[in-house]
């Protein structure tokens, strides 16, 4: 897995300042960790692996994971008011971009990347701008590269309970056939032993 890093103006040096998140329950490694600043702008990247969980699906995993890390990052980055964006699929990657503010009001941009690798893992890097008109061409950039694969499908457990979600009439009408199945083997069994 390789993670481009930030293609800032060379006037944007490191800030040691802004430090790596610490480990949570979540089992995240930092793979990648980047904070680079010119003046009042501040612009971060930082990247994740954990392993995928079995029987999740990429709906339910993306917006889990971008959430989380989001607001890590508007927290490094002391942003307020940030949006929701929507999830669009760039290549392998979904790509949730949400507009934000400083303290200041500056306008501020947030960038969440994830990916799933080959062996398993989910990727993510979150990438922040103080200042869009600054660095937010930047951090728009692709950041992820590597053993990029497709989403793995969900569970039969997760696919069934997700079908009965979308699909309530047509849960309902199997719950009642199941049920209906059943009281028939255990009068014909109760009958009959």
């Known amino acids: 897995m390789n993670v481009e890093p930030l293609a800032l103006d060379p006037s944007f040096v490191p800030d040691t300042t802004i430090t790596p998140p610490a480990p949570t329950s979540m089992d995240l490694t930092v793979i990648s960790f980047e904070a680079r600043r010119h003046g ?15 029987g999740f699906s990429r709906d339910e995993v993306a917006p889990l994971a971008i959430d989380a890390l989001r607001d890590l ?6 942003l307020v008011d940030a949006t929701n964006g929507a999830l669009t699929d760039v290549g392998p990657v979904i790509r949730r971009v949400d ?15 994830l990916g799933f690798t080959q062996s398993g893992e989910l990727v ?13 061409q930047a951090i728009r950039a692709p950041r ?12 039969l457990a997760m696919s069934l309970l997700l079908g009965g979600v979308h699909h309530p009439e047509g849960a ?22």
């Open 40 to 54: 009042d702008d501040v612009a971060l990247v930082a990247c994740f692996t954990t392993p995928l969980r079995h």
């Open 73 to 78: 990052g508007l927290r490094k980055l002391g």
């Open 99 to 113: 507009a934000a503010r400083t303290s200041a009001g500056v306008a501020a941009t947030v960038v969440s990347d």
């Open 124 to 136: 993510t890097c979150v990438s922040g701008c103080t200042n869009d008109a600054a660095c937010g």
């Open 144 to 155: 992820l590269a590597g053993d990029l694969t497709a989403a793995p499908p969900p569970g």
């Open 172 to 193: 309902v009408a199997l719950g009642l056939t199941a049920a209906l199945a059943l009281s028939v083997l255990a009068v014909h069994f109760r009958r009959y032993s």
